[in-house]
């Protein structure tokens, strides 16, 4: 299976790639999205973990607290 990696956006329920894909009509493919981040805000998120992690807290659940942390991100 041939792999392509293309830029777009989302606008609405589409997704708007910057350059054609230049497959036939009807070819079956596999769509992954991956929000893109700006330098500046990745910077910050490594910050932000590499402080959360100089705390030493214990945590039970990794995953719980990934959640926590990806929701209230969301709400502000």
């Not at 009807?26 to 992690?53: D, F, H, K, N």
């Given at each position: 299976m041939q792999t392509?990696?293309?830029k777009g956006q989302i606008k609405g329920q589409t997704i708007?790639?910057?350059?054609?894909?230049n497959l036939p009509d009807g070819t079956p493919v596999r769509?992954?999205?991956y929000?893109?981040?700006s330098p500046e805000a990745q910077t910050q998120r490594e910050q932000a973990l590499q402080r959360i992690l100089s705390m030493g807290?214990?945590?039970d659940e990794w995953?719980?607290?990934e959640?926590?942390?990806?929701?209230?991100?969301?709400?502000?």
């Amino acid at each position: 299976m041939q792999t392509l990696v293309l830029k777009g956006q989302i606008k609405g329920q589409t997704i708007v790639l910057e350059q054609p894909l230049n497959l036939p009509d009807g070819t079956p493919v596999r769509v992954e999205v991956y929000p893109l981040v700006s330098p500046e805000a990745q910077t910050q998120r490594e910050q932000a973990l590499q402080r959360i992690l100089s705390m030493g807290l214990p945590v039970d659940e990794w995953e719980q607290m990934e959640d926590e942390i990806i929701h209230g991100a969301i709400r502000s």
